[in-house]
């Protein structure tokens, strides 16, 4: 079991014949994922490591002969909005928006239009999500067989807003024998399409998580929004977070951008003291040190055996 | 990207919303016509990107052009929390019967811009709602079809403001938010907005703020109509000689991403970390187990060995840097062989014995065989994943501390 994906998953990639995009497209095929297609307008009747490629998504849902269950976007931030308007109109459900610096106003654009039609968001400014050993969406864990290494089949539920650190967290439970159900890069920027209150549903709903981990910075109100989610559901889920950037809480560091787009600290209540407080207010245990990870979930998984 | 409130005040004007007929003058003889135009009371406001101006002193009214020529003289050479002043706007002095507010924010948990609107202006928002949340109406518009009137005429009405104050302060709204949208804005907040005692609304003060992820498509606006330079970014800080130096090294090399920041940082230890994430983590690892960062620092997207040398060397050179440390989260693009390469290079040009000055090397992930090799011959400490970023951090900071010792 896992959230989103599954062995069956397919997905298209587009802005295929990108630099990025060719090694993606060459991870995700050698993981196992089912790539039935690309899209780069103007490049139609290519292949990219044998997929092929098609001017509109439109062609592609043809060439396949049905829906098609998912998207990862890597295309340059002004064409992204309308890559990700194309993807969903022709009936995808799932969108993985790599791309980064795109203006707040597209991605609100995109999700309010993928909420109207159904449709799902992951990102933007993400590195994708993958089901170890089923299925890998997106650049996360890299190639194949680094992804195999960081990331074993397991109970935890990982969601990030570090795609790197999605990996190195769960490269940790790997080693410490516990392993990942399913593994989300949901992004860095201010505005994303699936926070991590807005996914907490799935991992509740998948039996094969038994606990989360999330990775969390200054900015925003999204762990605010868990903290809430939290105490509005009586979810059967442990959750360890852990806080990166306190430093930024320094007077001095007021204003400044670190890391992602979205870790900045504009108001009182988006820095790490007080989503720490808030966190942990819900329940929620905020580990100080990040290898304190998989020791504490193998505490929380133990009393609940 | 932030704006002075003349320009905010065009802005706003362009919208269709009215203002004041004011005038931006940057010497006091400029500052004495404008106010012999305008003909009676005016206000001199500093033009500055901080808030307190009028408590330091950077807003007095006059009654005469000569006044206005003498107070703006002096708050031209005013400087308030360090910044001095662009130029200083002369205003009418508005005979106000009622101040509002109205303002658009984003709701990052809603993914919508968000109207506010209150009856109780010219003071700070977040006071008014704490202590009367009734005087405060909000709404959140589409980010995809059309926004109407009613939505800002039902925002308003919430605070209890009817009869022919609702039917004018509506369409401001309603254009303050569709400018916000149609502009890229993240703030856009009229405070105050005025009713004059002629019954009029006027915008007696603007504020507005731009992503800057959309300056690019902005350009109109900015360049055409507000006439901004393009060199006139307006960070909060100013950049550092390091700063600076690593942005031009990434400048000049398009294969990967490297980012060096140093205000607020004065330790002996530089670090040469990634990615986004990891550098977060491992500032905060190196902070809470008693190290001094010199800096703070992002490498990824597979840099050259050149890059990752001229992010190593310019950490080097900082006053008081006595180690690197050079760790990473777990790699899959960038190679941990080339920046092994770049900062063993950085220290060699440098004249420094790369096993004494790299206090610890931690990146895990592509091409670590190849680049432990290097390590090896130069006698660097390195690990690989089973060492975590809190305990490479830690063993950083020990070494730097032994040797300051």
């Known amino acids: 079991m896992s959230i989103l994906l599954s062995k069956g998953t397919t997905f298209i990639v587009q802005g295929i014949t990108g630099r990025e995009a060719v090694n993606l497209t060459r991870e995700c095929l050698d993981y196992g994922s089912q790539i039935v297609g690309g899209v780069t307008p103007g490049r139609k009747g290519r292949e990219v490591h044998g997929v092929p490629v098609f001017d509109t998504v439109a062609q592609a849902v043809e060439h396949h002969g049905g829906p098609i269950d998912g998207s990862v976007v890597t295309v340059p931030p002004a064409f992204t909005k309308d890559a990700v308007f194309e993807a969903i109109l022709n009936g995808i459900k799932l969108v993985v928006v790599v791309t980064e610096r795109i203006p707040r106003g597209d991605v609100a654009q995109m999700v309010e239009l993928a909420d109207r039609e159904g449709a799902r968001i992951i990102g933007p400014n993400c590195l994708g999500l993958i089901v170890p050993e089923v299925c890998k969406m997106g650049g996360i864990g890299g190639p194949a067989k680094d992804a195999a290494k960081a990331y074993a089949p397991g109970p935890v539920g990982v969601m990030s807003r570090s795609g790197g650190m999605t990996t190195e967290i769960s490269s940790s439970l790997t080693q410490a024998g516990l392993g990942v159900s399913t593994a989300v890069s949901i992004g860095g920027d201010a505005i994303i399409g699936s926070t991590y209150a807005e996914l907490m549903p799935f991992f509740e709903a998948d039996k094969q998580t038994k606990a989360i981990v999330i990775y969390t910075e200054p900015g925003g109100r999204m762990e605010a929004q868990l903290a809430e989610w939290v105490k509005d559901n009586d979810s059967r889920l442990p959750i360890v977070a852990f806080m990166a950037g306190k430093f930024m809480d320094d007077e001095e560091m007021k204003g400044m951008s670190f890391g992602h787009a979205g870790t900045i600290v504009e108001g009182k209540e988006d820095t790490a003291t007080e989503k720490i407080a808030r966190l942990e207010a819900a329940g929620i245990r905020v580990v100080e040190r990040i290898d304190q990870i998989p020791t504490v979930i193998k505490e929380k998984l133990g009393v609940l055996a | ?405």
């Open chain 2, 1 to 405: 990207m932030r704006f002075f409130e003349f320009e905010a005040r065009k802005i706003v004007e362009l919208a269709g919303i009215p203002v004041t007929r004011y005038g931006f003058c940057t010497t006091p003889e400029e500052a004495r016509a404008a106010a012999a135009e305008i003909g009676g009371p005016v206000v001199i406001k500093s033009q500055v990107l901080t808030g307190g101006r009028m408590k330091a002193g950077g807003v007095k009214f006059a009654d005469t052009p000569d006044e206005a020529a003498a107070h703006a003289e002096a708050i031209l050479k005013l400087e308030i929390n360090g910044h001095m002043p662009r130029g200083v706007l002369v205003d009418p002095k508005a005979e106000v019967k009622q101040e509002y507010y109205a303002g658009v924010v984003w709701d990052g948990t809603a993914k919508r811009p968000l109207m506010l609107f209150s009856d109780m202006g010219g003071i700070d928002i977040e006071e008014v709602a704490r202590t009367h949340p009734d005087h405060v109406g909000r709404g959140h518009v589409s980010n995809l079809f059309p926004i109407p009137d009613f939505e800002a005429k039902q925002t308003i009405a919430a605070t209890g403001v009817t009869g022919s104050q609702l039917n004018r302060a509506t369409p401001i709204l309603a254009r303050l938010a569709r400018l916000f949208r149609e502009n890229d804005m993240t703030l856009a907040e009229i405070n105050p907005l005025a009713e004059l005692t002629d019954g009029s609304f006027v915008a007696l003060d603007a504020h507005m703020e731009m992503e800057n992820e959309a300056v690019g498509r902005q350009k109109r606006l900015l360049r055409k109509e507000l006439q901004i330079a393009e060199d006139d970014t307006r960070e909060v800080y100013e950049h550092s000689e390091f700063e600076e130096n690593v942005a031009a090294i990434d400048a000049a090399d398009h294969r990967g991403v490297i980012q060096g920041k140093d205000h607020g940082f004065t330790g002996n230890l530089g670090l040469v970390i990634g990615a986004g994430g990891g550098s977060l983590t491992l500032t905060d690892a190196v902070r809470n187990q008693g190290g001094k960062p010199a800096n703070y620092s992002e490498i990824g997207g597979n840099p050259s060995v050149a890059k990752a040398c001229g992010l190593a060397k310019e950490v080097l050179q900082k006053d008081g840097v006595e180690k690197i440390a050079v760790m990473m989260s777990i790699v899959s693009n960038t190679r941990v062989d080339i920046v092994a390469r770049g900062v063993i290079k950085a220290c060699l040009e440098l004249g420094k014995d790369p096993g004494e000055t790299i206090a610890i090397f931690r990146i895990p992930g592509a091409w670590e065989d190849e680049g432990f090799k290097i390590l090896d011959r130069y006698g660097v400490e390195y690990c690989d994943r089973s060492v975590s970023l809190w305990e490479a951090a830690g063993r950083a900071v020990a070494k730097v501390q032994g040797a300051t010792a």
